[in-house]
């Protein structure tokens, strides 16, 4: 017996758009898929992992890497064999497929960050179904670095929305957010200082938009931590949501006691 399910909706995008044209390779960082998922498994949760297509999301390269477990090989390859070879990391479904089964039987929603989610989560049609019936429900709903992002997914016109953020047009993303289950909540994201970071080393290239400016221009009211790439979580309501790869801990102990109360509560 399991104290519940957890839904992890992971990506399948591999690269992201530059403002010179071109795109860089990305994926989901494998610190911030692992942790979390070990964590929630180690508490007595099951892991039922999702992606759009149904395929197994891409690790990006720059997360594979013991600096990303507090510089701790061991622990490192703990997390490369979990995830090369863990049932919960290869019996993966489709978003739409979880909806059609029913998304009651799940306790919470966990969302792994890295680039990827920005490409195609935060618009993702599916994934916006399961984030209201999370909302709606007032379940645990748990988003890591630039994971956050993808809560974009539960407006009605979640495209449009990420489409005028990439032209620059914020006044009409904002437009596009209007009805938005989140507005008002608090929350954390990777910072713009963060990302300048990330864009000079591992892109190469400036994003078509910063994840803070998206979440505000949505109505979130987003913080982030003054000191680069501390560990930082936000909590507010069932949203909870870290800014960082080095927030992973941190989110994971914050979602599992989050899930712990929500099925005492029952």
């Not at 539960?154 to 993303?173: S, T, Y």
Request: net charge negative; aromatic share 6%; glycine share 10%.
């Amino acid at each position: 017996m399991t104290k519940g399910t957890v839904l992890v909706a992971g990506s399948n995008a591999t690269r992201i758009e530059l403002q010179d044209g071109g795109s860089a390779a990305i994926g989901q960082y494998l610190n911030e898929t692992v942790v979390p998922a070990t964590a929630l498994i180690a508490a007595g949760y099951e892991v039922v992992l999702a992606t759009p297509d149904g395929t197994k999301p891409h690790i990006d390269e720059a997360s594979d890497s013991a600096q990303h477990f507090g510089g701790d090989e061991a622990a490192h390859e703990r997390a490369q064999r979990f995830y090369a070879a863990d049932p919960s990391m290869n019996e993966v479904r489709t978003l739409r497929s979880v909806i059609e089964d029913g998304l009651d039987g799940y306790a919470g929603l966990f969302v792994p960050g890295g680039h990827a989610p920005v490409v195609d989560l935060m618009q993702d049609v599916a994934l916006g179904t399961i984030l209201r019936h999370f909302h709606k429900a007032g379940k645990p709903t748990a988003l890591l670095c630039h994971g956050p992002v993808a809560i974009v997914a539960a407006m009605p016109r979640a495209r449009e929305f990420r489409a005028a953020l990439a032209a620059g047009d914020k006044v009409g993303a904002a437009g596009y957010a209007r009805g938005w289950a989140y507005a008002g909540y608090r929350m954390t994201v990777f910072s713009s200082a963060e990302e300048r970071i990330a864009e000079d080393a591992l892109l190469h290239g400036r994003l078509l938009f910063d994840m803070p400016g998206a979440l505000q221009a949505a109505g979130g009211r987003v913080t982030t931590h003054p000191v680069d790439f501390a560990p930082h979580v936000v909590v507010d309501r069932e949203l909870i949501t870290g800014q960082n790869p080095g927030s992973d801990h941190q989110l994971a102990a914050r979602l599992v006691e989050a899930l712990d109360r929500s099925v005492a509560d029952g």
